[in-house]
């Protein structure tokens, strides 16, 4: 890693960033840390960064998710007025005790 570092430092700091993430690794590689520690330190910085950006989106995602059902759940404007009542006032009126087998004798009245 660096020249004039201690092999075993730099040994340690070689097997930790070799089990960091692809993108965390190289991160990490091109700050040229002097210990294991400064690796560690600018390692766990970096992971925060990455999960507090994963949390947000997950949340902004949750959201927008929720905003979706709520829109596709909503009931659907009821009409003002039904035929059902219209038909009803059409029909009204007249006689109330009227047979309905002998409505063709009022048809044709």
């Known amino acids: 890693m660096c020249e004039g570092m201690f092999p075993e430092e730099s040994d340690k700091i070689e097997k930790y960033i070799g089990g960091l993430p692809d993108v965390i690794h190289k991160s990490v590689m091109e700050s040229k840390p002097k210990t294991v520690q400064d690796a560690i330190e600018f390692a766990t910085e970096l992971m925060d960064t990455k999960i507090s ?3 947000e989106r997950q949340a902004e995602n949750e959201r927008k998710l929720d905003n979706n059902k709520q829109a596709q759940q909503q009931p659907p404007k009821k009409a003002r007025g039904t035929r ?4 009803v006032h ?11 087998n002998n409505i063709e004798d009022d048809i044709n009245a």
């Open 53 to 55: 950006t994963l949390v």
């Open 84 to 87: 059902a009542r219209g038909m």
């Open 90 to 100: 059409a029909l009204g009126g007249g006689e109330t005790n009227q047979d309905l």
